[in-house]
């Protein structure tokens, strides 16, 4: 057990490596640009399309004990610069010029770390050491194994520092390209880490009553308004609104990020991450809440309870049921529903709980599309959940049991 | 938690030794628990809901209200309290949710704003307006049903109280909820309410309905075949159709008056172990439902309460041992063409010596049975085939000349009244055996004697074999039995549950000496009697094909010929009687 005494002996030796920190004035870093080439591993010939990264890794400067380490400096998961570029047709790639200040430490030895992948290829790290020239190896096993290499690739040893790296905004490209091969992977590529799991990008959506501070019991739908851009780069966005269910979630909070899967779902397109967001909430019982512009951290949003009287909670209803027509007004009308089908959910629920005259005028009929999209996406939970029917067994029918027969058959007579 | 904040207040007064504050003192004097609460729900007393509001404890007022009676529209006194405090907001939800069957045209008009205000489909308000048997509110009750809940297979609750009124107004309505039935929830009541309005030209309203919605693809098949076949039904023949739906109003009427004296069952059936008291709390409630049923004079509602009156005779006679203070009931029972009422009330009059009152009885039932047009028939029809008829008829006439003459029966049986007999042992038995606990696995049931609902499971219906009779001999024979049977009183009834007792005595006088003290002329002795010469004549294992066995398994006993063999010869030959097999 450590004493009071250690505890405090501790705490001066750490002050004082933060103090010699803190005393050393920023030095200038910088490099001219990094150029290199991309070449398949076995043919030799250039691969075109190939992102790749390079990293000049920080090493801290630290006196004292600190994380088990006796004076010098320790490698860090910081980088004094991190920058990307993309293979043209020959191989070749550019990585920008550079300039830093930084205080605390060195640039790491042998840098920059190049870190390279395109899909089908196993994902290359190597440093200066080893020169510019990137050998990518075409991948040749299964898709579960492919996507476990790429996960080292993000967050072992010598990779990206995935889930570390405060400057995770400087690799867009590869953050899609990883993004993009998840997708593609479908259920094989669950092992890619997301990059809501790189710091300062979870989307995490903290909702809380206004008054209480506490989070609402009640069920809920958040509205998320997407610019999307073409998949195959074409120019040209559009805007697409999701919706997704607080109460499907068991974290305690809803992750509102452009990485999150599945995405919304509109062929040709994909999220632009580059483009905030306008979030919205809707929870039972609550006003709705204002628009927010979303950013990649995540954030709170606070909601007000309705005072529960008639005009309020009708209010409430009419200015949702005006929202979902304007949505359903737009563009192709199935694809809508589709996007719609957690608002459309929560909204039928809570027209349930009307009295029929007010469901006539308000709620969707029972034989509207709308109505339909519900119960069938009600239904088909059910159905994907059921678990499968055990096999039937034989079993022997029980013998039937012989009946028995009225009394019948004699008379009874005076004897003579 | 007043009684909570009253022990405080004592015990903070013990503490700081302090006087208590006029207002303290108030509120202990005035505190209620919510068993006295229900004490004073029970006993309607308004003044005692006065001193609850005042409190302002709503779990108090529910105490009170669970504890009302239900059996009478609400007091005046306690409805004018509702709706002095109708919106109160602590004590008004549970003083709107008392108003079970409520009076005034004043506090319907609350529940109506209450109800128009209305914007949730599960809000009380819907359940509480309708309970009321008030007239006039049609018109308004009809307006506020759009707002009324729906359910798929219950309809909507306000065109059902108006259907239920034969409100001309609803009439539109409700066909159209017609087009509702058949679409994933069954279907709702409107059909029944229509027809219920006893109207043909209501018939042919919905007849014309219908073939629109069905026409317009608003109506499902399958709900528009059965709305075709009914309303046909009622328009081919509309006198029947009326009748017919009276019947069903009478028996409904019933069912709503045995909801109203729920109470007074309840307070009967937990006297059941109590034979003296039960008899007296269940004869109060009977004579409740009797006195409604005699204004209805339909005898099909009679009859549904003489089957009840049958229950409490034979628990008088059987369990209480109290054959005298059964014959009120019996006497009910057999008014109302209750046909175990009826032999039950003629047996015990023998029993009891009253010669002329069991003939009278006998001679009543003997009508029923030879009336092939009666309304009920009570002992079944007098025609071939008819063999409990055919017994009944022989019974009752051999026994009117027994009570007449004093001789014992001798004479012809015939082959249907012998089948006859043991037709009605064999589906009356396990009913009886409910009013005898110490005799019967079967627990007891306040039900009525259903003969058709067991039969599937009556175990004589099932083929045994001699071990199985031999084990239900054993059991029989055993001294505990003997015992028990002991106790029951003379009677034709003790007999049906104690006749594999008695089979099983060891002694062939005793089986007779039994027989006999039951079954004063003699005549089922004769049969049972007959039916093991028969078996013992033509072959015994016939008695296990016909199930004989399984009620008399002194068949079973050891011996060649064995007790019950001597006894049915010995009985055979001192009545001159003897088997005829038929070829």
């Known amino acids: ?416 | 938690m007043r009684a909570a904040l009253a022990t405080v207040l004592v015990l903070a007064s013990l503490v700081t030794d302090a006087a208590l504050t006029d207002a303290e003192k108030k509120l202990l004097n005035s505190s209620v628990s919510v068993d006295r609460a229900a004490e004073m729900g029970k006993a309607s007393d308004a003044a005692g809901l006065a001193q609850i509001i005042a409190l302002g404890d709503p779990n108090l007022v529910s105490s009170f209200s669970r504890a009302m009676p239900r059996s009478e529209p609400l007091p005046p006194a306690i409805e004018s309290q509702v709706l002095a405090h109708f919106d109160d907001p602590v004590v008004g939800p549970a003083l709107r949710a008392m108003a079970i069957r409520y009076q005034t045209r004043a506090l319907f008009d609350r529940f109506y704003a209450a109800a128009d205000k209305a914007y949730q489909d599960g809000d009380p308000v819907f359940e509480y307006i309708l309970r009321t048997d008030q007239p006039g509110i049609e018109e308004a009750v009809l307006k506020l049903a759009p707002k009324f809940p729906t359910k798929p297979g219950w309809g909507n609750a306000a065109l059902n109280f108006l259907g239920a009124r034969k409100y001309p107004g609803a009439v539109d309505p409700l066909i159209k909820e017609l087009s509702e039935d058949d679409r994933g929830g069954g279907y709702g009541p409107a059909l029944y309410l229509l027809l219920h309005y006893d109207s043909p030209e209501v018939w042919r309203k919905a007849s014309d309905g219908i073939e629109r919605m069905h026409g317009d693809g608003r109506m499902t098949d399958a709900a528009y075949k059965r709305a075709r076949t009914d309303l046909d039904t009622a328009l081919r023949d509309p006198q029947a159709a009326i009748a017919s739906s009276h019947k069903e109003e009478h028996m409904k009427a019933l069912n709503a008056r045995r909801s109203q004296l729920y109470q007074l069952m309840q307070d009967a059936a937990r006297l059941r172990s109590e034979p003296a008291r039960y008899v007296e709390a269940q004869g109060k409630y009977l004579a409740g439902l009797d006195e409604f049923a005699s204004g209805l004079n339909d005898p099909a509602v009679t009859w549904e309460v003489a089957r009840e009156y049958t229950n409490l005779g034979l628990y008088a006679l059987l369990t209480a041992n109290d054959p005298k203070g059964a014959l009120p009931f019996l006497e009910k029972a057999a008014k109302g063409r209750d046909d175990f009422g009826t032999i039950a009330f003629a047996d015990t009059l023998e029993h009891l010596g009253d010669k002329a009152g069991a003939i009278a009885a006998y001679e009543a039932a003997l009508a029923a049975a030879n009336d092939a047009h009666a309304p009920r028939q009570t002992f079944g029809t007098p025609v071939p085939g008819d063999n409990m008829n055919e017994f009944w008829r022989s019974w009752f006439a051999a026994e009117i000349e027994h009570l007449r003459t004093g001789s014992m029966f001798r004479g012809r049986v015939s082959e249907g009244a012998i089948s006859g007999f043991w037709q009605f042992v064999i589906l009356s038995r396990s009913n009886v055996t409910t009013y005898f606990q110490a005799l019967s696995s079967a627990r007891v049931v306040t039900g009525s004697p259903a003969y058709a609902s067991h039969g599937l499971t009556n175990p004589v219906y099932i083929r045994g074999d001699w071990p199985e009779i031999a084990e239900l001999y054993s059991r029989a024979s055993s001294p505990e039995r003997l015992q028990a049977i002991a106790q029951l009183p003379a009677s034709r009834i003790s007999l049906l549950l104690t006749m594999a007792e008695v089979s099983a005595r060891t002694d062939p006088a005793a089986i007779l000496s039994d027989f006999a003290r039951d079954d004063p002329s003699g005549y089922w002795t004769t049969i049972v009697m007959g039916t093991v010469a028969h078996h013992q004549a033509a072959g015994r294992d016939g008695a296990l094909d016909d199930g004989v066995a399984k009620l008399v398994p002194g068949m079973a006993a050891p011996g060649q010929p064995n007790p019950l063999e001597t006894a049915a010869r010995r009985f055979m030959q001192s009545r001159g009687l003897r088997v005829a097999e038929k070829r």
């Open chain 1, 1 to 416: 057990m450590r004493t009071l005494a250690g505890n405090f002996i501790a705490l001066i030796v750490v002050a004082h490596a933060v103090l010699v920190q803190a005393q050393t004035p920023p030095k200038p870093y910088g490099a001219g640009e990094t150029r290199g080439q991309v070449v398949d591993a076995d043919s030799g010939a250039p691969v075109e399309g190939a992102i790749v990264v390079a990293r000049w890794e920080w090493r801290e400067h630290r006196y004292g004990i600190v994380l088990g380490h006796m004076g010098g400096g320790v490698r860090s998961t910081q980088t004094v610069h991190t920058g990307e570029a993309v293979s043209n047709a020959q191989g070749h790639f550019t990585v920008a010029q550079w300039t830093a200040m930084k205080a605390g430490g060195d640039v790491e030895e042998d840098m920059p770390r190049l870190l390279a992948f395109k899909s089908g290829y196993e994902p290359l790290s190597q440093t200066a050491k080893s020169g510019n020239t990137l050998r990518l190896k075409k991948f040749a096993g299964e898709p579960k194994a492919y996507a476990q290499l790429i996960e080292q690739f993000q967050d072992g040893r010598g990779g990206l520092e995935w889930s570390f790296d405060q400057d995770s905004f400087a690799i867009p490209k590869m953050v899609t390209a990883l993004h993009r091969e998840r997708i593609r992977l479908g259920a094989d590529g669950t092992a890619i880490a997301s990059p809501e799991k790189m710091p300062n990008r979870s989307g995490a959506l903290h909702l809380v009553d206004a008054a209480t501070k506490m989070e609402p019991n009640e069920h809920g739908v958040i509205w998320i308004e997407w610019t999307m851009r073409r998949i195959d780069g074409a120019p040209g966005t559009r805007r697409v609104v999701q919706t997704l269910p607080t109460s499907s979630l068991l974290e305690r909070y809803i992750p509102v990020s452009p990485w999150r899967l599945p995405g919304p779902q509109v062929a040709g397109w994909e999220i632009d991450p580059a483009l905030k967001p306008l979030v919205r909430v809707y929870v039972t019982g609550y006003q709705r809440s204002a628009d927010v512009r979303w950013e990649e951290k995540g954030g709170t949003i606070a909601v007000t309870r309705l005072d529960g009287s008639r005009e309020s909670v009708l209010a409430e209803l009419r200015a949702r049921r005006k929202d979902i027509d304007a949505q359903l007004a737009q563009g192709d009308r199935a694809e809508a529903l589709a996007l719609q089908e957690p608002m459309l959910a929560n909204f039928q629920f809570q027209c349930a709980r009307l009295t029929p005259d007010l469901r006539a005028e308000l709620c969707f009929a029972v034989d509207s599309d709308v109505a339909r999209a519900v119960y069938a996406a009600n239904h088909r939970d059910v159905v994907e959940r059921r678990p499968t029917a055990p096999a039937q067994q034989a079993m022997p029918m029980p013998a039937r049991l012989p009946s028995t027969i009225p009394v019948k058959g004699f008379t009874i007579e005076l004897a003579q």
